[in-house]
C-alpha cells in the first residue's frame, strides 16, 4: 500500500505533515496510472480524477475546509487551514457511463 498526498497548495501540505500523516508520495498533480489497488489518495482531487483512483481499488479521502466565501480562492497557511477545520473525509467516487444531458432544447 502507497499513501499519496496530492494538493498544490503549501498550507494543506504544512497541515498535512503537522498531523504527523504516513504519507510516502507527496505531488502536486496525480497520474492515475501510478495509483494501484489498495493504495490510499489523500488531499484535494477533481471528480473525475477521483473517481480514476476509485476505479482502480484506492481509497480516496478528501481534505474538507469549512471556508467562508470570503476565504474561497485565496491561498491558505497552515494556521488557515486549521482554522477552517481542515480534516480528510473518505469518499467513493464512481463514474456512470453514458451521462446524461441536462440542456432541454
Given at each position: 500500500m502507497t ?8 498550507g494543506?501540505?504544512?497541515?498535512a505533515k503537522s498531523?504527523?500523516l504516513?504519507v510516502?508520495?507527496?505531488?502536486e498533480?496525480?497520474r492515475?496510472e501510478?495509483?494501484?489497488a489498495?493504495?490510499?489518495?489523500l488531499g ?7 473517481s480514476e483512483v476509485c476505479?482502480?481499488?484506492a481509497r480516496?479521502f478528501?481534505?474538507?475546509l ?6 474561497r480562492g485565496k ?6 487551514v486549521r482554522?477552517?477545520?481542515g480534516?480528510l ?6 463514474r456512470?457511463?453514458?451521462?446524461v ?5
Amino acid at each position: 500500500m502507497t499513501v499519496w498526498f496530492v494538493s498544490r497548495h503549501p498550507g494543506a501540505v504544512a497541515w498535512a505533515k503537522s498531523e504527523g500523516l504516513p504519507v510516502d508520495h507527496w505531488v502536486e498533480h496525480l497520474r492515475p496510472e501510478e495509483v494501484k489497488a489498495g493504495d490510499v489518495v489523500l488531499g484535494t482531487l477533481p471528480v473525475g480524477l477521483a473517481s480514476e483512483v476509485c476505479a482502480r481499488g484506492a481509497r480516496f479521502f478528501s481534505l474538507t475546509l469549512d471556508l467562508t466565501p470570503e476565504a474561497r480562492g485565496k491561498e491558505l497557511d497552515l494556521s488557515a487551514v486549521r482554522a477552517f477545520r481542515g480534516r480528510l473525509e473518505e469518499f467513493v467516487v464512481t463514474r456512470r457511463p453514458g451521462g446524461v444531458p441536462l440542456c432541454r432544447s
